[in-house]
């Protein structure tokens, strides 16, 4: 019982001493772990501090460049503002110069006003005198003494303006044909133009014969589809290196030419890829179209043309007349129409304008049977122009008869712009033609032993047999010739026709 009480006592001191070095160990182990946060706690202390210091001289830093950024644009603001301001001050005395000016002005104004208006009614008194004076002197009011003189000044000037009418007629009757020689002359003088020409046939040149193969295609698809969309004749023949395109619409002509040049270039031929270069072309020729029309227009300095006129207008850029380009030639006879106009009075615009739109008829798309001036008419009507100038389009043929002396200058533009030397040419055969035709009617006279057209058909050499004519009788036999070429030929400008007789005696010296 007494060593049992001993081990409980020694087990409950050991207990207690156990419970005691526990807590002393967890006590020691309490304060390094204090010691050790207490560090680390001073540390991020110190470390924040730092950061901190370095954020503050960071910050510190920015706001020195952003307070030095803000003076500096600040001192150039107030830089810009002074110069705004001296020159605000400076327009402020100068308008207070043109004010003042114009006050010193306005004053002077006012005084001269002031002295007209004195002076004014000065002269009506004195005049109000001289007409008392005068009516008291003469016996007569003033109603009556100017009545009596206009009648004699009436009767004076009828008298005169006769005498100047018989005179300016007979001057007139005198110096009409030179004065209408001498403005054709300087008119035709002071235009130039550049001379065009262009056939209903073109011609593409290939890079090989290869490709005259390519360009048909299998079962000659690619031909027919390129025919069918521009409505031309292809002609593939044995001309080396050349594809012949013949159409008698000069726009589908170059539609196709221009086609079948871009596809010969890109290389790809087959119809899908034909019928889109076709409509890429079809609109870039259209809208060429549109732009000459208006380049035109703007060169002669003519506007208020409707679209369908200006398309009309520049469709004659593609067409041809005897080798003479229509716009150039309607270009030519506007310009030609202006100087005829401002010489002998007329309206030069309405001049212009007619001359401009006379063959405008033949770029009119229509089927109609009517000559290109009957279309022409009709299609400047539905434009709403003048009635002058739907007279002088109409007319410039003698389709109908000219009203105005606008439409006549607008024939005889036309005439001038054709007939020129240069401006239209004819084919080899017509040209041939021309030349056997004009030996053959000088060969149809009594007398004529030979005929010779030389110099292209611009003169005529005619030997005359001396038995058979007279020398009496030359001059008579020229002037039927000349007639006769007139009433049967057609040709540009004039023909000079010489005639030669002489007497050739032959004797030998044996």
Not at 27 to 48: G, M, P, T
Not at 142 to 168: F, M, P, T, Y
Not at 251 to 256: G, Q
Not at 467 to 472: R, T, V, Y
């Amino acid at each position: 019982m007494k060593e049992t009480i001993i081990c409980l006592v020694l087990l409950l001191a050991g207990v207690i001493l156990g419970w005691i070095i526990r807590w002393l160990y967890a006590r020691f182990q309490l304060s390094a772990s204090e010691q050790r946060a207490e560090r680390v706690k001073q540390d991020a202390i110190k470390e924040a501090e730092a950061q901190k210091k370095e954020i503050l001289l960071e910050a510190k830093d920015q706001l020195i460049r952003e307070r030095n950024q803000q003076e500096r644009e600040n001192r150039e603001r107030r830089s810009e503002l002074q110069r705004q301001e001296r020159r605000i001050l400076q327009k402020e005395e100068a308008l207070e110069k043109r004010v003042f000016a114009l006050d010193k002005q306005e004053s002077e104004f006012v005084e001269r006003e002031k002295a007209i208006f004195a002076r004014e009614e000065t002269l009506s008194n004195e005049e109000e005198k001289y007409r008392q004076e005068l009516e008291r002197i003469s016996g007569l009011t003033a109603e009556e003494a100017k009545s009596l003189i206009i009648k004699d000044l009436e009767n004076d000037a009828r008298r005169d303006a006769q005498v100047l009418l018989n005179k300016v007629e007979q001057e007139a009757q005198l110096s009409a044909e030179k004065k209408a020689r001498d403005i054709l002359v300087a008119t035709i003088q002071r235009i130039a133009t550049e001379v065009t020409g262009d056939i209903t046939v073109a011609t593409v040149s290939l890079p090989s014969d290869e490709m005259k193969g390519r360009i048909i295609g299998r079962e000659g698809r690619n031909i027919r589809t390129l025919e069918t969309l521009t409505g031309v004749d292809i002609i593939i023949d044995d001309t080396p290196e050349a594809v012949v395109i013949s159409c008698f619409d000069p726009v589908r002509k170059e539609i196709a030419k221009a086609s079948l040049e871009r596809l010969i270039t890109d290389g790809r031929i087959h119809p899908a890829r034909i019928e889109e270069v076709v409509q890429k072309v079809t609109r870039e020729i259209q809208q060429k179209i549109y732009e000459e029309g208006e380049r035109v227009l703007f060169e002669l300095g003519i506007n208020n043309i409707n679209q369908d006129g200006v398309r009309a207008l520049g469709r004659l850029y593609f067409r041809t007349s005897y080798g003479q380009n229509v716009l150039v030639h309607s270009k030519e006879v506007a310009a030609i129409a202006g100087i005829l106009a401002a010489e002998v009075g007329a309206d030069r615009n309405l001049a212009k304008r007619a001359a401009v739109l006379h063959d405008i008829g033949k770029g009119a798309e229509t089927d109609s049977d009517q000559n290109h001036a009957e279309v022409g008419m009709d299609l400047v009507r539905r434009m709403g122009e003048d009635p002058r100038v739907i007279n002088a389009v109409g007319a410039h043929h003698n389709d109908i008869e000219p009203t105005s002396i606008e439409a006549v200058i607008v024939q005889i533009a036309d005439a001038i712009s054709a007939a020129r030397p240069g401006a239209r040419r004819e084919t080899m055969d017509n040209y041939v033609k021309r030349l056997e035709n004009l030996e053959q009617i000088a060969e149809g006279f009594n007398g004529v032993e030979k005929a010779y057209a030389i110099q292209a058909g611009r003169e005529l050499r005619v030997l005359v047999n001396n038995e058979k004519i007279p020398d009496i009788e030359v001059k008579d036999l020229a002037r039927s010739i000349a007639k006769q070429i007139e009433t049967d030929l057609r040709y540009p400008g004039r023909i000079k026709i010489t005639m030669i007789r002489e007497t050739r005696i032959i004797e030998y010296a044996r």
